[in-house]
């Protein structure tokens, strides 16, 4: 059956807003170990632990999969996370469900946060399954801001932002060109749901999954642990190959989303050294100590490599380069200049860099403070 115990509310974090994971490799000399050698075809499952079965979903970017997630019930299941809105997914999802829910209905969508590749079919799913959908409350306004274009959420906003921090006139117009992509990547939004909060405990196959809250990739997002078969449903909050997109918004330009990512990801280092992480990009992998310690020491390279760019005045557009080492995309420039501003903010609030108006550009230049990760 299912069961949903409330647990107590943490102190407060600061909400930040973003889109997409970035597609940067990392470097590592440490081993993360990948202990599932198949990976399932799109429409088909993989049992990788006992009432737990991966989905494999296709997305049309250079990021080309997500990872999503089955976790059976006594009398029914529970979805985890349900891909873009596509006809193609939408088909793979008519084949999971014929082979494994007709017996047993769907009760339940949880939804890590609010991105399309995530959230996108969470309305068409429920109401073809009957399932109620359950996501943290900043996840679910934040994907209302974007749906509807909410001031400072909508794409005359973001390009404002990104061209006070130095982005081109040839490069804005790419992205308004564009126009608001999150509508046409969402089917439809919950108008019902059940809040999440950190610590709560989803009783879920007979074992309690507790749901930690994250910050910095999205508002207010939820990874699921469970203790007694030593899985954790990461989300976007820990990748096994590249580094999760942190990005500074234009709904709170001068943020500090990668400050909150750090922390957020240190909690990761009190789970076991066993723990099995079902990422929802890459393979299932085991190494969770390794790969934050990994991901801390890849953003203190980015910050010193940023710190020495700025011995003259640049601007976050003019660092892009430095973060990432090809040509990038209208889609990628929008990424690339979020986490641009988003690694100069931490510098600046660390007091590493100083922010300076330019003609109305800002512009960075490095201080004498040394400042930590």
């Not at 440490?30 to 009432?51: D, F, H, M, R």
């Not at 296709?58 to 999503?68: D, Y």
């Not at 890459?282 to 934050?292: D, K, N, S, T």
């Not at 660390?350 to 403070?369: K, M, N």
Request: with cysteine.
């Amino acid at each position: 059956m299912l069961a949903f115990v409330r647990r107590s509310i943490p102190a407060p974090y600061r909400d930040e807003l973003i889109t997409f994971p970035a597609f940067r490799q990392l470097k590592s000399s440490e081993p993360i170990e990948y202990p599932i050698a198949e990976q399932p075809a799109p429409g088909e499952t993989l049992e990788i632990a006992p009432g737990v079965r991966w989905l494999r979903m296709p997305l049309p970017f250079e990021l080309n999969h997500i990872n999503l997630w089955l976790l059976e019930e006594d009398d029914g299941w529970t979805i985890v996370d349900t891909g873009l809105n596509l006809e193609d997914i939408k088909r793979h999802w008519e084949t999971v469900l014929a082979a494994h829910c007709t017996a047993k209905p769907v009760k339940r969508i949880v939804v890590t946060h609010c991105h399309p590749d995530h959230l996108g079919l969470a309305r068409w799913l429920g109401e073809k399954t009957n399932a109620s959908t359950w996501i943290t409350q900043g996840e679910l306004l934040n994907a209302y801001a974007w749906f509807h274009q909410l001031p400072n959420h909508d794409v005359d906003g973001m390009v404002g932002f990104f061209r006070r921090h130095g982005l081109d006139a040839p490069r804005a117009e790419l992205l308004t060109g564009r126009g608001p992509t999150y509508r046409g990547r969402v089917d439809g939004l919950p108008v019902e749901y059940h809040r999440l909060i950190e610590g709560d405990r989803l009783r879920i196959g007979g074992h309690d999954w507790r749901v930690i809250v994250g910050y910095g990739h999205s508002p207010e997002h939820a990874s699921l642990y469970c203790a007694e078969i030593d899985l954790l449903i990461s989300g976007d909050m820990l990748l096994p190959r590249i580094s999760t997109n942190v990005s500074a918004m234009s709904s709170n330009p001068d943020g500090d989303p990668i400050r909150l990512f750090l922390d957020s990801i240190a909690r990761y280092e009190a789970l076991p050294a066993a723990t099995l992480v079902l990422p929802s990009h890459g393979r299932p992998f085991r190494g969770i100590h390794e790969r934050v310690e990994q991901l801390r020491r890849h953003h203190g390279e980015r910050f010193d490599a940023l710190v020495a760019a700025c011995a003259a005045p640049k601007s976050a557009c003019e660092l892009i380069p430095t973060l990432f080492n090809r040509e990038l995309d209208a889609h990628q420039i929008m990424f690339a200049m979020g986490e641009s501003i988003a690694h100069l903010n931490y510098l600046e609030h660390a007091g590493r860099l100083r922010r300076t108006p330019d003609g109305g550009v800002f512009r960075f230049t490095a201080t004498q403070e040394k400042g930590e990760v």
